[in-house]
């Protein structure tokens, strides 16, 4: 059965494209068909973060009849098959996204949805075609407070929330400490991103950072989180392997 898997925050910015690229790569890498669907219509970014550009095809071609659905998905090398929604019209509105995921079912393992922020009626949408949910916050109080109402929207659907991953960790005195998240949201953290350059960097590249930077903290981070979705123990990481990635880090 494919797994619809959407990934939603309270407030906008938290990471949730990043997150949900990487993600995806990280799950083909793992051997899982999967496909990565542009859910947020009005603030499409997965091309960006590809590095397509605006002549590519897009879900909106497909809606209006202009492109076969082959024809607006893009195989990245990893395996993940991306379907974009064009950043330079927002007319297609949450009720196409099932449209979207339809072609995939039975064809993938993992249909991951990048979700609009909030808990409105996108974020619904997006909930209701899915079977499970990641909910994206930073680790302060203006996102938690918005993830609350998000998991709530969730609670109402009936989906299954895998828990909270952790964004733009400082890991200093100003931010919450996880615990404390967990217990505000109400569910267990399933992964904490550091703040890292390297994101930054790769968006500017427009090549994922689990490729462009696949030995950074960041890479690894998301790599523990799709271990979990899979069920299986994230990989330990001994002193031997941790000078091993910070030696080919000095060189990257
Ligand atoms: N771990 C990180 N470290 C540093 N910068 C990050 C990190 N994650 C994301 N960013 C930065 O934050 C910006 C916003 O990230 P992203 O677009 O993934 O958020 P979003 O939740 O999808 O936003 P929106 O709600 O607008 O769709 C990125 O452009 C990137 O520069
Ligand atoms: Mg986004």
């Known amino acids: 059965m494919t797994r619809v898997v959407s990934i939603v925050s309270g407030k906008g910015g938290v990471g949730k494209t990043t997150f949900s690229t990487n993600l995806a790569i990280s799950l083909a890498e793992k051997g899982e068909r999967v496909a990565l669907i542009d859910g ?94 990641i909910i994206v916050s930073r680790p302060m109080y203006p996102a938690v407070d918005n993830a609350i109402l998000t998991k709530k929207l969730a609670n109402k659907i009936g989906v299954e929330i895998k828990g909270v991953v952790l964004n733009q960790v400082f890991d200093d005195h100003l931010e919450l400490r996880h615990d404390i998240v967990s217990e505000k949201i109400g569910e267990k953290i399933i992964g904490e991103v550091p703040h890292c350059d390297y994101i ?53």
Do not use: M, W
């Not at 202009?66 to 024809?71: E, F, G, H, L």
């Not at 930077?213 to 890479?219: C, M, V």
């Not at 979705?229 to 392997?241: D, I, N, T, V």
């Open 40 to 133: 947020d219509f009005s603030g499409a970014n997965i091309s960006r973060h590809f590095g397509l550009d605006a002549s590519s095809a897009t879900l909106n071609d497909v809606v209006k009849g202009n492109a076969y659905i082959t024809q607006a998905v893009y195989r990245h090398k990893s395996g993940v098959s991306v379907l974009p929604a064009d950043f330079e019209d927002y007319s297609l509105d949450s009720n196409h996204l099932k449209h979207a995921i339809l072609d995939f079912l039975g064809q993938k393992d993992f249909v991951i949805i990048d979700s609009p922020p909030g808990a409105n009626k996108p974020v619904q949408r997006a909930l209701e075609a899915s079977n499970e949910a």
């Open 200 to 252: 930054r960097e790769s968006i500017a590249h427009g090549e994922p950072v689990l490729h462009h930077k696949p030995y950074s903290k960041a890479a690894d981070s998301v790599e523990d989180v799709s271990h979990k979705l899979l069920g299986l123990e994230p990989p330990k990481r001994g002193p031997a392997e941790r000078f091993k990635k910070s030696f080919l880090r000095f060189f990257d």
